[in-house]
């Protein structure tokens, strides 16, 4: 038996247990998308609406690239977390090196490749004129910190496989303060515009990145350690596989918020990116707590899958879907009622602008409702080990549905349309994850036999 204030991923899991493990990275992930959001609101008040509108037009790419540090942490995590559940940490700390590793180098060549083809990726994202130089600037600056990035978005799943959530909170936390005081003196002090943003960002990136990678190099009280270990690629392949679904997730939102800009310059011009632009800052806090549940449960799911413990699968199953179902109508109502009072920090300088935030706003949330419980379905699978269903789901959910509501909807509702594309794609998804999961329970018994 464990002692009941130290959590262990062996552990039984009531809702108490689970909510206080998965806090610290529901916390993360809060903390994630603050800081994003800080650069947007300095730049927005102290720069214009037209650099806002420069970096949300950028911001897609940057969450494609960033999708492969998401991709090893959540697909290596679940490979790491049930290896351990097999009782192999040798094993598990060799994986956990290589996706490691792995992680660094792509961020380097990504760096590199990513600084010589902006002005390409800009005008290719849509940039009107107005935009296209504070885009090159943002874009070509924040791509030089892309390793510390890609670390920092997969220790965000590691330090939970390591039973270290508060680690993960702790860094995060310090990179965000970073940032934000990064951004007051850059941005609103000495006003280097965009590239001031951009260097803030960088920085606390590495911060994100670095302080956790220096914790597991040294001799340390958790489950995982890192020391250079020759890379596998059938170990490696086997976690890309597994979280392909988180960078189909990222690639596909990033897609998705490519055509919405591009919609969105047709139907409202540069007002709508940074209405749009707005919405996905609030979002990502709001989203972030639902994904930082999943994320900070999955390793507990790959341990149990791991120990072959169908009685637990059912239990975290059972027990996280109710949470985060009920999590989304929490945000929902939340959001609704705060949905003047943040637009008018971000707009308020701007009546028109304010005025049409507001309204997206009020369309644009019914899409938390459902949105938690079909991203814990994906991350269920994922740390089953099963990332072709979890994949499934994320596609059809963040790319295929999305993309044909936000394609057909403004043909009969206007810009209206646009609005809503998120709430109609994750009523559909609710459904696709339904089916599946009750199509696969005769493998894993997470319903019983």
Known sequence: MSNKNVIQLSDHFDYKRLLRYSLPTMGMMVFTSIYGVVDGLFVSNFVGKNAFAAINLVMPAFMILGGFGTMFGTGGTALVAKTLGEKN????????????????AIGVAISVLA??????????????????????????TVILFMAPFELQYSFQSFTTAAEKPKLGLRVTIAAGITNMVLDA???????????????????????????????FIKPNDSLLRFSLTPIKFAAILQAAFNGMSELFTS????????VYNLQLMKYAGEDGVATYGVIMY???????????????TSPIVSYHYGAQNTSELKNL?????????????????????LARPISTVFVGYDRELLELTVHA??????????????????????????GPISAVISVLR??????????ILPLILGINGIWCAVAVAEIAAFFVSWILLLAQNKKYQYFGS
Not at 282 to 296: A, D, E, N, P, R
Not at 361 to 386: E, H, K
Not at 398 to 407: D, K, N, R
């Open 89 to 104: 940490q040798v094993l598990a700390n060799r994986y956990f090196s290589m996706m490691i590793e792995m992680i660094a």
């Open 115 to 140: 600084f010589i083809f902006m002005p390409k990726i800009v005008n290719l994202l849509g940039a009107s004129e107005v935009l296209r130089t504070d885009a090159i600037l943002y874009g070509r």
């Open 185 to 215: 003196l850059l941005v609103g002090v000495f006003r280097w515009g965009v590239a001031g943003a951009a260097i803030a960002t960088g920085l606390s990136a590495s911060i994100g990145g670095l302080m956790p990678l220096a914790y």
């Open 251 to 258: 690639a596909a939102s990033s897609i998705v918020s490519i």
């Open 282 to 296: 609030v979002q990502f806090i709001f989203i972030g707590l639902l994904f930082g549940y999943s994320m900070g």
């Open 317 to 337: 199953l059972k027990r996280s879907l109710k949470i985060e179902y009920l999590g989304g109508i929490i945000m929902f109502i939340l959001a609704q009622l």
């Open 361 to 386: 706003f009020r369309l644009f949330l019914f899409a938390f409702i459902l949105a938690g419980g079909n991203i814990f379905a994906s991350a269920f699978f994922t740390a089953l080990n099963n």
């Open 398 to 407: 963040s790319m295929v549905f999305e993309l044909l509501a936000v394609l």
